[in-house]
């Protein structure tokens, strides 16, 4: 278990009203592996928006051995369960395409290399409004660094933040 203080601690805690509750939860397997991030901006502080995670495309990994990381509609809990957020497929948009994901929430990517690298990620807080469009290849090193550091979740403003100070 991460010693990471989540956001959402226990599926008790997880705020009904922001997650697809007919969606089946998952056991996530790999924490270290997935990076959520939640808007908490001081409009709205103390009630955080949960948008997505990043997540190795795995689909891609076997095929190429290549660590990509690709966007996911559901976010991390303390007890090591992923849930999918409401809305999130209708918002993450690939290629101005949904995502799609498979039974386990894993997205599926058939898109070749380059292609991928022209991804562009729209992450938007339905609380506040901040948004901001990345495209894929801007956050692959950020990801793995902020990953590498420990992180676990991370605000979209300081995603943004990491993202200004990481060389490629
Ligand atoms: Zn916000």
Excluded at 15 to 44: A, M, N, Q, Y
Aim: glycine share 8%; aromatic share 10%.
């Amino acid at each position: 278990m991460s010693d990471w203080t989540y956001k959402i601690p226990t599926l008790d805690e997880a705020p009904k009203r922001l997650f697809d509750w007919d969606s089946p939860i998952r056991t996530d397997g790999s924490p270290e592996l997935r990076l959520g991030v939640f808007c908490e901006e001081s409009s709205h502080e103390g009630e955080p928006w949960f948008i997505a995670s990043f997540v190795p495309n795995y689909p891609w990994m076997e095929s190429t051995g290549e660590l990509v990381w690709a966007v996911s509609p559901d976010y991390p809990t303390g007890s090591g369960h992923a849930l999918r957020v409401a809305g999130a497929h209708q918002q993450l948009l690939v290629e101005d395409k949904p995502v799609s994901v498979d039974g386990a929430g894993i997205p599926i990517t058939n898109h070749s290399a380059h292609q991928a690298s022209r991804s562009r990620w729209p992450l938007e807080c339905k609380a506040c409004g901040l948004r901001y469009t990345y495209k894929s290849e801007s956050l692959q090193p950020v990801i793995a660094v902020l990953l590498r550091a420990g992180w676990r979740e991370i605000s979209l403003s300081g995603l943004e933040s990491a993202r200004k100070h990481t060389k490629n």
